[in-house]
């Protein structure tokens, strides 16, 4: 654990208080992708199934299970609520995610630390979250109106990713830890996947404009 690990942490954290501070007090989930959040609950499930079989701390299982729990709550509250559900925008969510799954289940067969159950599914989970935001970005970049909550809720998961990366470089350079090119590379293009949002976001954010993706 080091201050990266644990910012990053908290911004994922946060992320999440704040999508669901949307949904919970304005029974909205306007701008949201429900699609990104079902590929979430997918890498959380694939990634934490060695909840059963190891234990690192406290504060690691705390964290596992919060992950867990909010991201099946969010996708709940989207397909079942009956107030939120009727906010959600499926018109504009039309990224074919499902298109997602096998490659980067296949990849993972391929290409893993070790051939193993837990192994290919945690690097199953690398790979996924990788793209998860697909959707969502797409959702944004066909809507006429995002409000902020939705904005910030996909900033801080791009800051949270890229604090992870700060945390990994970290780790390599003062912990000695060895090169692992699967979580790098995985990160570093989930990174790049948010570059246009962050200009688009920190510009609007600037000039006080409201936040819009180009067509």
Same mark, same amino acid.
């Given at each position: 654990?080091?201050?990266?690990?644990?910012?990053?942490?908290?911004?994922?954290?946060?992320?999440?208080?704040?999508?669901?501070?949307?949904?919970?007090?304005?029974?909205?989930?306007?701008?949201?992708?429900?699609?990104?959040?079902?590929?979430?609950?997918?890498?959380?499930?694939?990634?934490?199934?060695?909840?059963?079989?190891?234990?690192?701390?406290?504060?690691?299982?705390?964290?596992?299970?919060?992950?867990?729990?909010?991201?099946?709550?969010?996708?709940?509250?989207?397909?079942?609520?009956?107030?939120?559900?009727?906010?959600? /925008?499926? *018109?504009?969510?039309?990224?074919?995610?499902? #298109? !997602? %799954?096998?490659?980067?289940?296949? $990849?993972? &067969?391929?290409?893993?630390?070790?051939?193993?159950?837990?192994?290919?599914?945690?690097?199953?989970?690398?790979?996924?979250?990788?793209?998860?935001?697909?959707?969502?970005?797409?959702?944004?970049?066909?809507?006429? /109106?995002? *409000?902020?909550?939705?904005?910030?809720?996909? #900033? !801080? %998961?791009?800051?949270?990713?890229? $604090?992870? &990366?700060?945390?990994?470089?970290?780790?390599?350079?003062?912990?000695?830890?060895?090169?692992?090119?699967?979580?790098?590379?995985?990160?570093?293009?989930?990174?790049?996947?948010?570059?246009?949002?962050?200009?688009?976001?920190?510009?609007?954010?600037?000039?006080?404009?409201? #936040?819009? %993706?180009?067509?």
């Amino acid at each position: 654990m080091n201050v990266f690990r644990l910012a990053g942490d908290m911004t994922h954290l946060l992320s999440i208080i704040v999508l669901l501070l949307k949904i919970r007090t304005m029974k909205s989930c306007a701008g949201i992708s429900l699609k990104t959040q079902e590929l979430y609950v997918i890498v959380f499930v694939a990634r934490y199934l060695d909840l059963f079989t190891r234990y690192i701390s406290f504060y690691n299982t705390a964290m596992k299970l919060v992950f867990l729990g909010t991201s099946i709550g969010i996708v709940w509250y989207m397909r079942y609520h009956k107030v939120v559900k009727q906010t959600y /925008n499926k *018109d504009e969510d039309t990224f074919r995610h499902y #298109f !997602l %799954l096998l490659p980067c289940f296949v $990849l993972a &067969l391929l290409v893993h630390p070790a051939f193993s159950v837990m192994e290919v599914l945690w690097t199953f989970s690398l790979y996924l979250e990788a793209v998860a935001i697909l959707p969502q970005l797409v959702l944004l970049q066909r809507s006429n /109106n995002i *409000d902020n909550l939705a904005g910030n809720y996909v #900033f !801080l %998961l791009g800051a949270y990713r890229a $604090l992870y &990366l700060i945390n990994w470089m970290y780790r390599f350079f003062i912990d000695n830890l060895q090169v692992r090119w699967i979580p790098w590379t995985s990160g570093l293009i989930q990174t790049a996947l948010y570059a246009d949002f962050f200009y688009y976001y920190i510009k609007s954010w600037k000039n006080n404009e409201q #936040f819009k %993706l180009p067509d």
